[in-house]
């Protein structure tokens, strides 16, 4: 038991700096991270610790279809009732697939910038494809 309250004290502040450093880091997204879609989405949304700032390329979603070709509408929207959250609408026609979502956001609240990707896909057999090749991002 003391080693675990020894690691518990140890971790502790680490965890409050962690918290108080900030960024506009996600709280989740539509579609989230690996999920199965039976179709394409029409839009993807982000949501968003702090507010986003409104600043070409420095708060984006990008979509990105698994030969590479982006198949969004390169304009994303940060929501002007919620500066939390962010969207891009898609291409129509998306068919059945892998999808990366790249990101990156611009906090209006500490100037500090966050980003990251992830999959999802549209249709089993792209999922299971990404599982049996063990495609790494």
Same mark, same amino acid.
Do not use: N
């Given at each position: 038991?003391?080693?675990?309250?020894?690691?518990?004290?140890?971790?502790?502040?680490?965890?409050?700096?962690?918290?108080?450093? +900030?960024?506009?880091?996600?709280?989740?997204?539509?579609?989230?991270? +690996?999920?199965?879609?039976?179709?394409?989405?029409?839009?993807?949304?982000?949501?968003?610790?702090?507010?986003?700032?409104?600043?070409?390329?420095?708060?984006?979603?990008?979509?990105?279809? #698994?030969?590479?070709?982006?198949?969004?509408?390169?304009?994303?929207?940060?929501?002007?009732?919620?500066?939390?959250?962010?969207?891009?609408?898609?291409?129509?026609?998306?068919?059945?697939?892998?999808?990366?979502?790249?990101?990156?956001?611009?906090?209006?609240?500490?100037?500090?910038?966050?980003?990251?990707?992830?999959?999802?896909?549209?249709?089993?057999?792209?999922?299971?494809? #990404?599982?049996?090749?063990?495609?790494?991002?």
């Amino acid at each position: 038991m003391r080693p675990f309250i020894l690691l518990a004290a140890l971790a502790s502040p680490l965890l409050l700096v962690t918290l108080a450093a +900030g960024h506009a880091a996600p709280e989740r997204f539509d579609p989230s991270p +690996g999920a199965v879609l039976q179709a394409a989405p029409q839009q993807v949304d982000g949501w968003f610790t702090q507010d986003v700032r409104r600043q070409a390329d420095a708060s984006f979603i990008k979509v990105f279809d #698994a030969g590479g070709k982006q198949v969004d509408g390169k304009s994303p929207v940060v929501d002007d009732a919620d500066r939390r959250h962010m969207s891009v609408k898609l291409g129509s026609g998306l068919g059945p697939g892998r999808y990366m979502v790249a990101w990156e956001t611009l906090s209006d609240e500490d100037d500090e910038l966050d980003g990251g990707c992830f999959w999802f896909f549209v249709g089993q057999e792209a999922a299971d494809a #990404a599982v049996q090749s063990e495609a790494r991002l």
